[in-house]
């Protein structure tokens, strides 16, 4: 059974940091891909890093410079280091896992999103 369990979240004045972590079991992590996302009350799903099985990582530009992204295949876990944080990336967090097998398929799994709340 696969699982992918977030924890870190919580309730951060603005400037503050937080880290996010994602425990992977079940599944072979170092060759998948994982990523984190986040949804805001109202707002569609939106990328906001990744990391290759290679460990190349990739940002959105709203967090460029702000959040960091990384892996420890021997734990399983990836982490997002989060600092700097604004009231505007409140949300809900996703853990995200996908391996591409083949041109027409792939794994793909989802933690259950943890809460990052940033206010005053």
């Known amino acids: 059974q696969v699982q992918l369990v977030e924890s870190g979240g919580g309730l951060v004045q603005p400037g503050g940091s937080l880290r996010l972590s994602c425990a992977a079991s079940?599944?072979?992590?170092?060759?998948?891909?994982m990523a984190w996302y986040r949804q805001a009350p109202g707002k569609q799903r939106e990328l906001v890093a990744q990391?290759?099985?290679?460990?190349?990582?990739n940002y959105a530009d709203s967090v460029k410079g702000r959040f960091t992204l990384s892996r420890d295949n021997a734990k399983n876990t990836v982490y997002l280091q989060m600092n700097s944080l604004k009231p505007e990336d409140t949300a809900v967090y996703y853990c995200?896992?996908?391996?591409?097998?083949?041109?027409?398929?792939?794994?793909?799994?989802w933690g259950q999103g943890t809460q990052v709340t940033v206010s005053s």
């Open positions: 995200n896992a996908v391996y591409i097998f083949s041109v027409r398929g792939e794994y793909n799994y």
């Open positions: 079940g599944i072979s992590f170092s060759i998948y891909h």
């Open positions: 990391i290759t099985s290679a460990g190349s990582t």
